[in-house]
């Protein structure tokens, strides 16, 4: 009894110790928070005050400068150049419509361009600037910055803008860059694409190269208050621009043979024979890329829409034509591979019979071997020859000398075109009935493709590139991007037959052929090549392309090489709508190729000519820009 009383007493006494213990110490807690609780109401107010105002971190993208493009000797083709810009702050606007107002008279906003930061200020989202303008003169710029105490939420910056200081001339050959569309935001969801400012490759070069070009962008985070004050000014990340890129493009030439080709409508193309480099990779008439990278107004969107000569449309690339008689040196490299002797004479009536039709010849050339036929452009021996042998032999040489073929470069889209042969017919007939008249492969078929038409249909740079393997006996493949080093691995096409072609390609320009009128005036220098004419409409009785209506009449081709004794550079003009090859397209390549050996002489020859035209490049874009500047603000008026 006395044992349970004493535990009883013990277990007490225990329990009364162990609730001091806990209220001991849950009284220092407490006077520990209070005293915490006291520091911070007191001695860290005014720091915690500001702290609970700033209910935001905001990161403000950098954009990056892009990489230049430049050509084979670092010349600039794409550059950035400093420019002025003016952004509003939507958290930061304390009256949207006067701002606006003020703005407008600043910055001689137009109605649109109102309009436009209006609807995207119903739709921002807290910090994210919008662009009030681009591309902003000093003087205006000058004058927002000095009002600025009275325009909250307007924060004028200096950036920078894309330039191409050779304009229409790279214009298809570099491309534009613009502001990302919807789409493409939603395809990468990169907050960059909607930075104001900021812009992306459209076209061109600048859109295939784009991930080399952007580069990485910078931030600035920053704390905000509620109402959009700046708190301070968190540790920024630094941008890295875009990796420069450099092209095989010679910049002189490309602007050269883009001011020869003058007002035509047309292309020219010049590869280097050994290494498939790209020296010049011209389509005319083309666009101002300044004008799209600046942002195109519609008046100048319609006229380039509305013009038959198709400046919008890269002509080298996409543009397919008939190649003529262009693709007889290698109708001529096919048929002595297929064992025809070179010295075996043709009799040219002026035609060549089949059947109850009469294929007709250019003249009559009376009786002509290989290399003379090539000069004189002789159709009645390539039909006779062609017919022999057959197409669909001649097709794979067509083939092995880069006609319809699609090369690896960076470039948006190719146009391939057909080398048709006996296969491809009765699969095209098959995949589209109406297309074709009958499914098999006719002698006729032969004869039309063997002078270059028919089904047979090339863009300019196949013909330039099978120029330059006939010229050196290289597989050179276009390149663009870089500068090659080693020369091109050899065809296997013998050399015998590669110097008959040849011969017979130096007598077109230096002998009796059909462009003698354009022979090099550089002593020691010759160039070789062969002219073409494609029809762009059927011959209906006297009516032969040669003269009504511009858009009816025959394209003039001309394919080419220099010098003679050593290849190094071969190419293709295509002029639409030139009439014939002697007369409109080989001039064009007499010039250039000039260019390459002699430019003083080159630019002599120009000059004569650009004051014909009008003026240089330069100076008609400036006068049809001013044109268009007329025209949109006529419109302007009168709406």
């Known amino acids: 009894m006395k044992m349970d009383r004493f535990t009883s007493v013990h277990q007490s006494l225990a329990f009364s110790r162990r609730m001091a213990i806990a209220a001991g110490a849950q009284t220092a807690i407490g006077a520990l928070l209070l005293g915490r609780l006291g520091w911070l109401a007191i001695a860290e107010n005014q720091h915690y005050q500001l702290l609970s105002e700033s209910n935001r971190v905001q990161l403000i993208i950098v954009p990056p400068r892009r990489g230049w493009i430049v050509d084979r000797h670092n010349k600039p083709i794409a550059i950035n150049r400093s420019d002025f810009r003016v952004d509003i702050i939507p958290d930061q606007l304390e009256n ?358 028919g089904f047979l249909i090339l863009n300019p740079l196949q013909l330039a590139t099978m120029a330059a393997r006939v010229a050196g006996g290289r597989n050179v493949q276009p390149r663009l991007l870089g500068i090659g080093k080693e020369p091109a691995p050899l065809l296997g096409i013998d050399p015998k037959h590669l110097e008959t072609v040849r011969g017979g390609m130096w007598e077109v320009v230096n002998g009796d052929g059909t462009a003698g009128a354009s022979r090099l005036q550089i002593p020691g220098v010759e160039m070789c090549g062969k002219t073409g004419t494609a029809q762009v409409r059927k011959i209906v009785g006297s009516q032969r392309g040669q003269s009504g209506d511009w858009k009816y009449r025959d394209h003039g081709l001309f394919v080419f090489f220099a010098p003679f004794d050593k290849p190094r550079y071969a190419g293709a003009v295509v002029i639409e709508h030139g009439l014939g090859g002697a007369r409109a397209a080989a001039p064009v390549a007499k010039d250039v190729l000039t260019f390459l050996f002699d430019r003083q002489l080159a630019l002599k020859n120009l000059n004569a000519l650009e004051q014909q035209w009008g003026g240089t490049l330069a100076e008609r874009t400036a006068r049809r820009a001013a044109a268009v500047q007329a025209a949109a603000e006529a419109a302007a008026r009168t709406a």
Not at 105 to 122: A, G, I
Not at 196 to 201: A, D, E
Not at 266 to 272: A, N, Q, R
Not at 309 to 315: A, D, F, H, I, Y
Request: hydrophobic residues 35%; charged residues 25%.
């Open 96 to 453: 949207p419509e006067a701002t606006l107002r003020t703005l407008q008279q600043l910055l001689d906003l137009s109605v649109d361009d109102v309009d436009r930061v209006v609807r995207e200020l119903k739709q921002a989202k807290g910090y994210q600037p919008i662009e009030v303008a681009e591309n902003v003169p000093f003087d205006k710029y000058a004058a927002v910055t000095v009002r600025l105490p009275e325009l909250p939420g307007v924060n004028p910056m200096r950036g920078f803008s894309r330039f191409y200081p050779d304009g229409p001339a790279v214009g298809h050959l570099i491309g534009y860059v613009g502001a990302a569309s919807a789409a493409e935001y939603e395809k990468e969801k990169n907050p960059l694409l909607i930075t104001p400012g900021f812009k992306i490759g459209k076209e061109g070069l600048e859109k295939t190269l784009e991930p080399r070009l952007r580069g990485q962008p910078g931030g600035q985070r920053v704390e905000l208050t509620a109402r959009g004050k700046l708190v301070r000014e968190l540790e920024p990340k630094p941008d890295r621009s875009g990796a420069p890129v450099r092209l095989a493009i010679d910049a002189d030439l490309q602007e050269y043979a883009a001011r020869r080709l003058g007002e035509e409508s047309g292309s020219c193309v010049i590869l280097d024979c050994l290494t498939g480099d790209v020296l010049t990779m011209v389509s005319m008439p083309a666009y101002d890329p300044n004008s799209f990278s600046d942002g195109i107004g519609r008046t100048e969107w319609k006229m380039l829409s509305d013009d038959p000569r198709r400046p919008l449309l890269n002509k080298v690339l996409n543009a397919l034509y008939p190649p003529g008689s262009t693709i007889k040196p290698m109708n001529s490299l096919a048929l002595l591979e297929h064992g025809i002797d070179p010295t075996e004479r043709i009799h040219c009536p002026g035609g060549y019979r089949l059947g109850n039709r009469f294929f007709r010849c250019l003249g009559r050339h009376g009786s002509v071997d290989m290399r003379r036929a090539i000069a004189k452009s002789c159709n009645t021996y390539f039909y006779a020859m062609g017919h022999r042998v057959g197409y669909d032999k001649i097709a794979v040489m067509a083939k092995r000398l880069g006609l319809g073929q699609k090369f690896d470069l960076p470039v948006v889209s190719q146009s391939y075109g057909t080398v048709p042969n006996s296969e491809w017919k009765n699969r095209r007939f098959h995949e589209t009935k109406g297309f074709l008249e009958r499914p098999d492969w006719t002698a006729s078929d032969t004869l039309n493709a063997s002078i270059g038409q």
